[in-house]
């Protein structure tokens, strides 16, 4: 009995200082301490309780026997004082783990109470959140409740405006085939003003120049006329003066700019996407200013015809694609010297009439009659994309021309240079196709023998070589114009195209189906007074020729 009160003593501190938790846990484990105390202590209590004291034998018992009966009376007296002491320490045990157990349960209580009370505040707040959320969801709905209605309204509003822009289709369809038709118009009419203009026309540029010793020149306040002034010794050895007037279709005096000389121009670049061919000359001596009309500089302000007539040229048929055309354009580009045609877009391995052998390729004029087209045998020939593809071009072009040095400029070109464009349009709505080339040529220097020839033999032979074929092609030039100028109407006269490369190559851009521009180029020295006129008269022969009335080739389906 005694052995099983220790256990009590021994787990009794293990369960006042276990945590909380545990506790619970051994709760959830129904296994409540109170319980588990009570069982074994009631047994313990009933185990040990005192046996009850014998009953006192009578009096009839000797004295030995008393005295025996006595002592064992005593001893079970001691013996039961003793269990009832060990009795009343393991009630003093049991009360204290019973005060334990107390103090332990409150606590328990208290923290169950702490965790309740929490568990409240919690329900308190997610009741909060829960009126926010319905709040919320409330808010939500009404926001949905009036996109509704807005997307009702736009859905309204979408098939009003499907029903404006049909509308506004259908009169922009009305409107295409107004502005086909007024297209139509407008060609024609524009190429009416290009033949009341003439098909030939020559306009003259006067270079500028700082230099002191200028001719005397003066111009007209129409932009008509030059007059040059110059003086020369009488036969009686009397200074003359002498008065040299022309007249053209415009004249630009130094100051003139790449854009106002362009101005001008431009009409004749438009022909070339109507379907008609154009032909554009710079003429002059060596040095007056002929590149720098052509092909100008590098800049926007100083870009010559050919980037300008380009870029016109790619505008137009741009402009063109809303009126139903769309527009091919393939360039090349190719000089003429000696006689000799050199193709400037061809790839640096090809040679060039300067250095020709057996192997390179051979440059003939074709034409077919049929279609009044001409093809150069084996010449490049490039698609182009872009103005900024022509630049680029041009640039490539430049250095492989044949420049020599003469005694008037020293980089002169000794060559003609010619840049053919060639326009095809085609137009789907009401089929009609069109095809026109431009030619920009930038001629050689059109100086006499006796001024730039320095010798006869050696690098001056190959000089006079050089200007006899220039003279002689710019001499055919005028005589073609000329020979064109006088045909009659029913056309008898012969043009002797074939006198020189350039005439034959331009036989179909300068007869009767195309326009004609030559822009003199003059240089203001008094040096080269001389050389002024000579390009004045020429100018004037040309201008004074009328070609007949230009044709277009454009055709309908
Ligand atoms: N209108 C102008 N404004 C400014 N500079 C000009 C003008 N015309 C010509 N020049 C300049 O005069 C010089 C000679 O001009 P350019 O080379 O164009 O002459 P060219 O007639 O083509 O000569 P060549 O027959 O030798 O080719 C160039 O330096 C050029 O820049």
Redesign the pocket.
């Given at each position: 009995m005694a052995s099983r009160l220790p256990r009590y003593r021994s787990s009794s501190p293990e369960r006042t200082l276990m945590a909380p938790a545990l506790k619970r846990k051994a709760q959830d484990q129904n296994d409540p301490p109170v319980r588990k105390i009570h069982k074994p202590l009631s047994k313990s209590i009933t185990s040990t309780a005192p046996k009850p004291l014998t009953k006192p034998r009578p009096p009839t018992l000797t004295a030995g026997t008393r005295a025996t009966q006595i002592s064992d009376l005593t001893k079970q007296l001691g013996e039961a004082k003793s269990q009832a002491r060990e009795h009343i320490h393991a009630l003093n045990l049991a009360n204290d783990e019973i005060a334990t157990l107390k103090r332990t349960h409150s606590m328990q209580v208290s923290e169950l109470e702490y965790d309740i009370r929490k568990g409240q505040l919690q329900v308190e707040e997610l009741d909060q959140d829960l009126q926010l959320a319905r709040t919320e969801v409330q808010k939500l709905r009404e926001n949905v409740n009036q996109l509704t209605s807005t997307g009702q309204d736009m859905q309204q509003q979408l098939s009003n405006d499907a029903e404006v822009i049909a509308a506004l289709r259908a009169e922009v369809e009305a409107l295409k085939s107004e502005a086909i038709d007024a297209e139509s118009v407008r060609r024609q009419l524009h190429n009416t003003i290009q033949e009341l203009k003439g098909n030939i026309r020559v306009f003259c540029?006067v270079?500028?120049d700082p230099s002191p010793e200028l001719a005397n020149v003066s111009y007209s306040k129409e932009k008509r006329d030059i007059v040059v002034t110059s003086t020369s010794e009488s036969a009686t050895g009397q200074q003359r003066k002498d008065v040299h007037s022309f007249t053209f279709d415009r004249v630009f005096e130094?100051h003139a700019t790449q854009a106002e000389v362009f101005e001008e121009v431009s009409q004749l670049a438009q022909s070339c996407t109507d379907g008609y061919n154009v032909c554009i000359f710079a003429y002059?001596?060596?040095?007056?200013?002929?590149?720098?009309?052509m092909e100008g500089?590098q800049t926007e302000e100083t870009a010559g015809m050919i980037p300008r007539a380009v870029d016109q040229v790619f505008r137009v048929t741009n402009d063109l694609k809303s009126r139903g055309w769309e527009y091919t354009l393939e360039g090349q580009f190719l000089e003429i010297y000696n006689e000799t045609i050199n193709d400037l877009l061809a790839s640096s391995s090809s040679a060039t009439s300067t250095s020709s052998t057996s192997s390179s390729p051979q440059y003939n004029i074709k034409h077919d009659p049929q279609t009044r087209t001409t093809t150069v045998t084996n010449l490049t020939s490039v698609p182009l994309t872009s103005p900024a593809h022509v630049r680029s071009l041009l640039l490539r072009s430049q250095s492989r021309r044949s420049v020599a040095s003469t005694l008037m400029?020293e980089?002169?070109?000794r060559s003609h240079s010619v840049f053919r464009v060639k326009i095809e349009g085609v137009n789907e709505t009401n089929g009609e196709r069109c095809v026109g080339w431009l030619n920009l040529v930038?001629l050689?220097?059109s100086e006499r023998l006796n001024v730039s020839f320095a010798g006869s033999v050696g690098p001056g032979a190959e000089r006079l070589k050089e200007t006899q074929n220039i003279n002689k092609s710019l001499s055919s030039l005028g005589d073609v114009i000329s020979a064109l100028g006088e045909k009659g109407a029913n056309g008898e006269k012969h043009v002797p195209y074939r006198n020189s490369k350039l005439t034959y190559l331009l036989q179909y851009s300068l007869s009767g189906s195309s326009k004609t521009l030559m822009i003199l180029?003059l240089s203001p020295l008094a040096a080269h007074l001389n050389e002024s006129l000579n390009s004045l008269r020429f100018a004037t022969k040309v201008n004074n020729t009328t070609i007949g009335t230009a044709k277009s080739s454009k055709q309908s389906r």
């Amino acid at each position: 009995m005694a052995s099983r009160l220790p256990r009590y003593r021994s787990s009794s501190p293990e369960r006042t200082l276990m945590a909380p938790a545990l506790k619970r846990k051994a709760q959830d484990q129904n296994d409540p301490p109170v319980r588990k105390i009570h069982k074994p202590l009631s047994k313990s209590i009933t185990s040990t309780a005192p046996k009850p004291l014998t009953k006192p034998r009578p009096p009839t018992l000797t004295a030995g026997t008393r005295a025996t009966q006595i002592s064992d009376l005593t001893k079970q007296l001691g013996e039961a004082k003793s269990q009832a002491r060990e009795h009343i320490h393991a009630l003093n045990l049991a009360n204290d783990e019973i005060a334990t157990l107390k103090r332990t349960h409150s606590m328990q209580v208290s923290e169950l109470e702490y965790d309740i009370r929490k568990g409240q505040l919690q329900v308190e707040e997610l009741d909060q959140d829960l009126q926010l959320a319905r709040t919320e969801v409330q808010k939500l709905r009404e926001n949905v409740n009036q996109l509704t209605s807005t997307g009702q309204d736009m859905q309204q509003q979408l098939s009003n405006d499907a029903e404006v822009i049909a509308a506004l289709r259908a009169e922009v369809e009305a409107l295409k085939s107004e502005a086909i038709d007024a297209e139509s118009v407008r060609r024609q009419l524009h190429n009416t003003i290009q033949e009341l203009k003439g098909n030939i026309r020559v306009f003259c540029r006067v270079r500028p120049d700082p230099s002191p010793e200028l001719a005397n020149v003066s111009y007209s306040k129409e932009k008509r006329d030059i007059v040059v002034t110059s003086t020369s010794e009488s036969a009686t050895g009397q200074q003359r003066k002498d008065v040299h007037s022309f007249t053209f279709d415009r004249v630009f005096e130094p100051h003139a700019t790449q854009a106002e000389v362009f101005e001008e121009v431009s009409q004749l670049a438009q022909s070339c996407t109507d379907g008609y061919n154009v032909c554009i000359f710079a003429y002059g001596q060596t040095g007056s200013g002929k590149s720098f009309t052509m092909e100008g500089g590098q800049t926007e302000e100083t870009a010559g015809m050919i980037p300008r007539a380009v870029d016109q040229v790619f505008r137009v048929t741009n402009d063109l694609k809303s009126r139903g055309w769309e527009y091919t354009l393939e360039g090349q580009f190719l000089e003429i010297y000696n006689e000799t045609i050199n193709d400037l877009l061809a790839s640096s391995s090809s040679a060039t009439s300067t250095s020709s052998t057996s192997s390179s390729p051979q440059y003939n004029i074709k034409h077919d009659p049929q279609t009044r087209t001409t093809t150069v045998t084996n010449l490049t020939s490039v698609p182009l994309t872009s103005p900024a593809h022509v630049r680029s071009l041009l640039l490539r072009s430049q250095s492989r021309r044949s420049v020599a040095s003469t005694l008037m400029n020293e980089h002169s070109s000794r060559s003609h240079s010619v840049f053919r464009v060639k326009i095809e349009g085609v137009n789907e709505t009401n089929g009609e196709r069109c095809v026109g080339w431009l030619n920009l040529v930038d001629l050689a220097g059109s100086e006499r023998l006796n001024v730039s020839f320095a010798g006869s033999v050696g690098p001056g032979a190959e000089r006079l070589k050089e200007t006899q074929n220039i003279n002689k092609s710019l001499s055919s030039l005028g005589d073609v114009i000329s020979a064109l100028g006088e045909k009659g109407a029913n056309g008898e006269k012969h043009v002797p195209y074939r006198n020189s490369k350039l005439t034959y190559l331009l036989q179909y851009s300068l007869s009767g189906s195309s326009k004609t521009l030559m822009i003199l180029n003059l240089s203001p020295l008094a040096a080269h007074l001389n050389e002024s006129l000579n390009s004045l008269r020429f100018a004037t022969k040309v201008n004074n020729t009328t070609i007949g009335t230009a044709k277009s080739s454009k055709q309908s389906r």
